[in-house]
């Protein structure tokens, strides 16, 4: 199911819009603002996207949030190869060894890897900032150190998608100036996203200082405990 149909009415709410306004704007009686959603036509749906002033590319590209018994994740075949693994929770190590953590660590460096193949502009479109949040090195290195940590972070980062797309903001930060890997922002946004299974999640997301582009930082379940 695309965005538009999943959270066509949601997406109204965030943006502040109303049915009745967004049914002038398309052109319809307000009673058919429901089957516009269920839409499957390119041109409504591209002027759809002009009206509510989102990409395009959000509306037809985004699926919804798998259920948790369904995660999928990459798990490195060989040299030259990666292949998806449908996983259950339990199948990630929960131990607190170093082993169970490197191989936490692996895993969100091999998803990562798979996702950045099946999302070449390495971005997606957050509805509550308005703005796209970019993936990039600092953004693995820094989760993949700090969710490896814990068994429930490293399930958070599975929902990648999700989260990008749907985190809400709680408040801007300034970025810390004796930590290196943050020297190259300017800011630091901290957002929540409240996960089925999981709980709520916190992704810090960088301003980058030389072209105020938005860069997911690091990415940690709040409730490790769980």
Same mark, same amino acid.
């Given at each position: 199911?695309?965005? +538009?149909?999943?959270?066509? /009415?949601?997406?109204? %709410?965030?943006?502040?819009?109303?049915?009745?306004?967004?049914?002038?704007?398309?052109?319809?009686?307000?009673? $058919?603002?429901?089957?516009? +959603?269920?839409? *499957?036509?390119?041109?409504?749906?591209?002027?759809?996207?002009?009206?509510?002033?989102?990409?395009?590319?959000?509306?037809?590209?985004?699926?919804?949030?798998?259920?948790?018994?369904?995660?999928?994740?990459?798990? /490195?075949?060989?040299?030259? /190869?990666?292949?998806? @693994?449908?996983?259950?929770?339990?199948?990630?190590?929960?131990?607190?060894?170093?082993?169970? @953590?490197?191989?936490?660590? &692996?895993?969100?460096?091999?998803?990562?890897?798979?996702? &950045?193949?099946?999302?070449?502009?390495?971005?997606?479109?957050?509805?509550?900032?308005?703005?796209?949040?970019?993936?990039?090195?600092? %953004?693995?290195?820094?989760?993949?150190?700090?969710?490896?940590?814990?068994?429930?972070?490293?399930?958070?980062?599975?929902?990648?998608?999700?989260?990008?797309? $749907?985190?809400?903001?709680?408040?801007?930060?300034?970025?810390?100036?004796?930590? &290196?890997?943050?020297?190259?922002?300017?800011?630091?946004?901290? @957002?929540?996203?409240?996960?089925?299974?999981?709980?709520?999640? &916190? @992704?810090?997301?960088?301003?980058?200082?030389?072209?105020? #582009? *938005?860069?997911?930082?690091?990415?940690?379940?709040?409730?490790?405990? #769980?």
């Amino acid at each position: 199911m695309i965005y +538009f149909e999943a959270k066509g /009415e949601s997406l109204l %709410s965030y943006i502040g819009m109303s049915k009745s306004e967004f049914a002038v704007r398309m052109g319809v009686k307000r009673q $058919n603002v429901g089957a516009l +959603f269920k839409s *499957k036509n390119i041109v409504t749906i591209r002027k759809a996207s002009e009206v509510l002033g989102v990409p395009f590319s959000l509306l037809v590209g985004y699926v919804e949030e798998p259920e948790i018994d369904g995660l999928g994740y990459m798990i /490195e075949k060989d040299a030259d /190869e990666t292949c998806i @693994m449908h996983i259950q929770p339990e199948d990630i190590p929960t131990g607190s060894s170093v082993d169970a @953590m490197r191989l936490r660590q &692996k895993l969100i460096h091999t998803f990562y890897t798979s996702w &950045k193949m099946k999302n070449p502009e390495q971005r997606l479109y957050n509805i509550d900032l308005r703005d796209y949040i970019n993936i990039r090195y600092i %953004s693995i290195e820094e989760t993949a150190a700090h969710a490896s940590l814990s068994y429930l972070s490293t399930l958070a980062v599975l929902q990648l998608d999700a989260i990008l797309v $749907n985190s809400k903001i709680i408040k801007k930060v300034p970025s810390k100036h004796n930590n &290196k890997n943050q020297s190259q922002f300017e800011s630091m946004l901290i @957002m929540h996203y409240d996960c089925v299974g999981v709980g709520k999640i &916190k @992704m810090t997301v960088g301003v980058r200082r030389s072209d105020k #582009k *938005k860069v997911q930082y690091c990415i940690t379940a709040m409730n490790v405990d #769980k």
